[in-house]
């Protein structure tokens, strides 16, 4: 039985991609810096280490494969929490540790457009992927769009949108860019399914033309913002009135507000929300053999 390790397991994503692991039949080294306060699920092994220490590639020694799925949304750097110490320092060091321990594949989570590199979250996640890509390990990069699905307690966007926006007495908010107020809300982007997601990563993992291969993953069906927030809103059950905002003027708000963990978005989220989120991964489902989970009202019955 092959043994992959993963850093980031604990998350939205990454217990969906352990259930996968399971699924398949692999042995599962959860990797971590402290003690679950759960028990380890059956076929998974919990090691807390340093992850930063230089002895790291030991833990590493007896794995095939090495998924990186650490991520944040948001960074506050007063506690320590900064995008370049998770998604571009950590994962280097984790790149070259698994490396040193003769590790066959590395598999990269990032996210749909880091190349722009338009915002400090895109910019770390892409310069992890250019040491990858780099090395001498067989490597396999994703690059999702926006993920949906029961969160299980965790951060998911939907779930996030529900929140912040349709819980609360005002109208639902149909972001522009500019002075043209037709446009707003029409921003694009491929949800996609986290069941999908861990399929992807899955698959990958013995799949050798996934070698030296970057995945731009999304649902095949793309939808602006103004379908995507009605749908959640639907949902929730909730129907309400949309009105159009500048976003501009969330930005002035997210420029004073940001360094608060209560208020809602930061200056790059909306940054990289008003760009859009879309890709065209059709033929992955069927190169991986993956039965697509669509963006509809089933599919969000978590949130009513």
């Known amino acids: ?3 992959v390790a993963i850093l980031g397991g604990s998350g939205f994503v990454g217990e969906y991609i352990i259930d996968e692991l399971l699924e398949s039949k692999y042995s599962v080294k959860i990797i971590k810096r402290k003690q ?4 380890p699920r059956g076929g998974c092994q919990e090691v807390v280490v340093d992850l930063y220490s230089d002895f790291l590639h030991k833990q590493l020694s007896d794995c095939d494969c090495v998924i990186y799925n650490i991520g944040i949304i948001r960074e506050f750097p007063n506690k320590g929490i900064s995008f370049k110490d998770l998604h571009q320092d950590l994962a280097i060091h984790v790149i070259n540790m698994a490396q040193k321990a003769g590790v066959r594949k590395f598999i990269l989570m990032t996210a749909n457009g ?11 996640k892409f310069k992890s992927e250019r040491h990858l890509m780099k090395s001498k390990l067989q490597w396999t990069i994703f690059r999702p769009s926006v993920i949906f699905g029961d969160p299980k307690g965790k951060i998911e966007f939907c779930t996030q949108v529900k929140r912040d926006m349709v819980k609360i007495p005002f109208p639902l908010p149909m972001f522009f860019s500019g002075v ?3 446009k707003a809300g029409l921003f694009r982007m491929s949800p996609i ?3 999908n997601v861990s399929q992807f990563c899955v698959g990958a993992i013995d799949k050798k033309e996934s070698n030296q291969r970057i995945y731009e993953l999304g649902g095949t069906i793309s939808y602006s913002w103004a379908e995507m927030i009605r749908t959640i809103s639907n949902a929730s059950g909730k129907r309400k009135w949309s009105i159009p905002i500048p976003i501009r003027v969330v930005k002035f708000l997210a420029y004073i507000f940001d360094r608060f963990s209560w208020f809602p978005v930061t200056q790059d989220q909306l940054t990289m929300l008003i760009q859009g989120n879309v890709c065209d991964s059709y033929k992955y489902y069927a190169d991986f053999n993956i039965d697509e989970i669509n963006f509809n009202i089933t599919s969000l019955k978590y949130l009513s």
């Open 36 to 39: 679950s306060v759960s028990y």
């Open 180 to 182: 043209n107020i037709f």
């Open 193 to 195: 399914h986290v069941k």
């Open 114 to 124: 880091v190349d722009r590199c338009l915002t400090d979250y895109e910019k770390t």
């Open 1 to 3: 039985m092959k043994t």
